[in-house]
Nanobody, 115 residues
Framework: QVQLVESGGGLVQPGGSLRLSCAAS????????MAWYRQAPGKQRELVAS???????NYADSLKGRFALSRDDAKNTFYLQMNSLIPEDTAVYYC?????????WGQGTQVTVSE
């Protein structure tokens, strides 16, 4: 079992930045796949970015250059740095982990980009 707790969401103006955190209840060092997804109102959940246990990262094409993943294995936490935010980034952002046997979701954190 892995419990995931997101934090760092909030209201930000266009052009601003936020850093989301995903704290795991156990070591993330060996979790094969972790990711951030987001779901905007009326839209399907979509992959934002992912990171493997080996450190390989993958980003949605539309977000490359603005968003960046990082991880702190000592804190069992991984992060999503979001820069140059635009209103279309408004969504609930979810942390996701896929172990060898199961997959787990956090409860989500709201990000709103608005004047």
């Amino acid at each position: 079992q892995v419990q995931l707790v997101e934090s760092g969401g909030g209201l930000v103006q266009p052009g601003g930045s936020l850093r989301l955190s995903c704290a795991a209840s156990r070591s993330i060092f060996s979790i094969p796949f972790m990711a951030w997804y987001r779901q905007a109102p009326g839209k399907q959940r979509e992959l934002v970015a992912s990171i493997s246990s080996g450190g390989s990262t993958n980003y949605a094409d539309s977000l490359k250059g603005r968003f960046a993943l990082s991880r702190d294995d000592a804190k069992n936490t991984f992060y999503l740095q979001m820069n140059s935010l635009i209103p279309e980034d408004t969504a609930v952002y979810y942390c996701y982990a896929h172990t060898d046997l199961n997959q787990f979701w956090g409860q989500g954190t709201q990000v709103t980009v608005s004047e």
